[in-house]
Structure formats: C-alpha cells, structure tokens
C-alpha cells in the first residue's frame, strides 16, 4: 500500500476566550489569589513555603475531610501568602470579580443545603497543557474535532438535498458512518487528516491565561424570565492572540479504497471551504442575535468581529479563497454549533418531577464574563487558522491593538514576578540561616549530651576538675581579670575544699589546675589574700 502526504503549516489566532479541559482543577489548597493574580502551587512549592512543621500543621487540621477542617486549611493557606507566593509556579491573571469572590470565599461556608452545610469549592478548571512547558496546549483532536462537525454538515446538505427522504433520527455513530461512508472505526476517513498539538507560543509572549466567570443569559431577553446567576470558574486562553499556536496538518493520501471514500477533503482549500460555510454563518447569526439583538456581547468584540467579516476584508477574502478557515472550539462553544443542522435534538433542562424538552435550539448560552455583572460579555471559543504563508493583514493589525491591555499586563506581571523572585531569594537565605543555626544547636546539644556521657564516666576528683575546665572554657570573658571575686574562682574553690581528703595523685593535678587558673585570670598568688589561702590548703602536696 502506498501514500502520499503534504504537509502544511497552521496558525491559530484566537478571537474569544478558549477552554480545552485539561481534567484537572486548581483546588484553593493549592493555590492563592493575591493583587489580581492566581499563583498556582505544587505540591512541592507547600513544602518549600510552609516548612515541615508547616505541612504537618495542615495534616493535622485536616482530620476526617469533613468542611469545617478543609475550611480551615484553606484560611491557614490564605493567611500564609506571604511565605507561599514565591514559590508559586504560575502567575495567572484574574479579574476584580474573581479576586474579590476569592476573598469572599476562601473561610466561608457557603450556603446550608438539606440541614448540611456545603462548602465552597473554589474550584478552577484548568486549560489542557504541555506537562513539558506547562503552557497551555491546543490538541490536534480538537481541532479535528470541529472540521469533522463542519464536514459531516456538508454530507448532510449534500444527503439531504438528493434524498428526501433520508432518515434523521439515527443515533449518532449510524449517522456519521452513513455520511462518511464508512463501517467500522478502522475504515474511518478521517484516519487520512493528520493534525499535531500545538503548546503556546505567541510571538509577543504576552501571557497565555487568565480566569473568567461562565455566566448564562437567556439566547432571547425575556423580562419575565432570567437566567441562573452562575459562578463556574474556568482558566481561558484570553481572547486577542494573534497566531498564539502553530502546528502542522497533513492529508495522507492513502491508496487504498477501505480507507478513502473521498468524503474527506484531500486538500486545504476544500477543508477551509467547508468548515467556513459551517461556521462562518454561524459566528453572523452570534454577532446579530447576541451582540445587536440582545446586547450582551462586549461592543469592542462586536466591533472587531463585524470588521473583520465584512465582504471587502483581506479576512473574509482569505476564507473565500480557502487561505485560512473559522472554527470553534472547547467547553461552552455551544450545543448549536456543535451539532449538525436539521438533526439537533438538545435536551432542555426542566424542574424536577417533569419531563425533559428536546429542541433545535437552546434557551440559553454560557458566556465570558470578568464579573457576575458583566455588561461586556465574550463568546466561547472561537478561533481562526491560518495556513502556510498566509497574512491577514486587518487580522493582525486588530488582535494588535485589542490585545494592548495585555502588553501592560504583561510589564505588570513580569515587576511582580521579579519582586517575587527577590522575596524567594530573601526566604531561602533565612531558611538557610535557620537551617544551619538549628544545625548548630544540634550539634552543640549533642557535644553536650557527650560529654554528660563522658563525666558520668570518670571518678569524682576527675569529674570536679573537668567540669571547672568546661567552666573556664565557657566563660573566656573573665580571662586576665586579676581579681578573686569572681565566678571562676568560687568555683576554684569549692574544688579545693573537696580536694583536701582526695588521694595524692588527685590532689597533685588539682594543685596543677588550680595554677592554671590563676594564670587564666592573672592572680598573684603572693599578693591575693584569697589565693595564698587557697594555695596553702596544698602546700604539702607535691
């Protein structure tokens, strides 16, 4: 069996905030919101922040898992910041209505619910992402993903148009083996697409993420009926990256007929051509139905997007001519556009006891939002590809300019991240300080209990006349003083009181350490009193 594969270069811009899950949340006992940043944290960043003693801390709070203990370690996390932020792995931006609802939150219970009390999440899903970059990652799937909705479209219209008749309510694996004309997984057309991930790399390095509310409004402002107030937390690629993820398609061209029923595009043009005449009227109908009918949309967004569609833009001329293609992608891009047209069946959720609606539409969208009263709402998910050398020039020349608060949030979080790497710097230092000093302690302590060991071990005269050695050694201030009125010498003294009735061998070194203390403070025996007295209680031994 032979083939032929071309390869091609894309480039993914992205027009609204995107959301391709990861599987995975930051929890709030892993990270902390602090001055309009996330700061996400490993494992590794607790230890290194909060010590051992500090992780046993929490391990000792949390007990059975029950709120009230998960509550508190969440408040002991939050009141910590201060020893944390500097080892934070990411800064992420949040909104003002995200870092106040933190701070609303992180100690709270949040509502009674069946006589239990339920506690707050906090939960933020987390973008897909590159383990290696930890940057965020667009999965080839995903975009396969969305060009296979907008090419089974087009095999439906073509079905549809030629067959009157043909039956839509087949479950959805009949229908697409139907329209793709294949049997079973291995025979799948679309085995010859071949699209790689792609982690992010936006030439101006501005900052990949950032956290937004999903909030839900009715498709159709209804006075008499209002959405739920939502508070689902996401981490979004943010709107405005121009050319944010590159990557490679290829089309295998594959001889043979199991695997080729030309009902996958084999080249560019006819892929774009397809996934635009899918999407683009798509991405009107949003502009009319939720920007001008309904005014939720951000008016900048509206305004951007509404160029850029426009008959005469190098964009639209570029879709035209099959040199770039729209998609949407991810989480709350919409049942609508992820279904085919004429087949759609969503289910609508009723009150409880009631049975469920199904229809071609639904009653209402989740949209972006930077707070839970947002006027100025963004779209889910959309995106367009680039291929090859292609340039739009109004494309890059609008994300530019929309994307300018990012640039200054950029220099913002680049000064913060300085500032935190000089207090993770100062920390260490004092660790290490307190590291060596407990080191030293330590060590001193158990010198210490050595030489407990040590004297334990030796006969009385030897013991007495070790310890007054230890004493001079420890007190080196009272060296030369040339008086006997101080510690040093009343300890002298005591010892030769006891030596009087030791054996001659003890004595003779006691006299010989009572001459060494009285050169170590400088005392003339001969003209201190006190010494020549000491001195006489000796004077036989030799």
Known sequence: MKSNISTHRYRVSVLGPLHLGAGEDYLPTHYVIDDGYLHALSDGGLNQGLGQAGLEQLADLIGEGKPEEILQVRRTIHSKKDQLLPYSQRLIPVSRGVNQLYEDRVGKIAQREDNRNITNQLAIARCAYSLFKQQPLLTGTALKGAIRTACMAHWLQEKSTHNKKFEKSKNSNQLAKELLSYQSVEQDPFYRLKISDASYQQPDNLIATEVLFSVSQRRVPNPKKTAKALQTLLECISPWRHRAFSGDIRFVDINNERRDSNRVPS???????????????????????????????????????????????????????????????????????KTLDGLRSIEIMTPRGQDSKYQSTTNEVRLAAKHKQDPELLPFGWVVVEFDDTTIASLQQLLNTASEPARQKLEEAR???????????????KQQEQLQQKKAIEEQQQQKAQRQQELENMSEPQRLQ????????????????????????????????????????????????MKETFDFLSINRKKSKAAKRLWEQLKDVE
């Open 466 to 513: 070790a310890q007054l050695r230890d004493f001079i050694e420890q007190n080196p201030q009272l060296k030369n003083t040339g008086q006997p009125n101080n510690l040093i010498f009343e300890a002298l003294s005591r010892m030769i009181n006891q030596a009087i009735s030791w054996q001659r061998p003890d004595q003779i070194d006691a006299k010989i350490l």
């Open 267 to 337: 080249h560019l043009k006819a892929l774009a051509e397809q996934c635009n005449s899918y999407y683009f009227p798509k991405l009107q109908q949003e502009l009319q139905q939720l920007g001008k009918n309904a005014g939720y949309l951000s008016s900048t967004w509206v305004e951007i997007m509404t160029a850029l569609c426009a008959p005469d833009s190098d964009f639209k001329q570029a879709l035209d001519k099959g040199q770039a293609m729209l998609l949407r992608l991810g989480k709350y891009s919409g049942a609508v556009d």
């Open 415 to 429: 000064q913060k991240q300085a500032m935190l790497t000089e207090a993770k710097v100062e920390l260490q230092r």
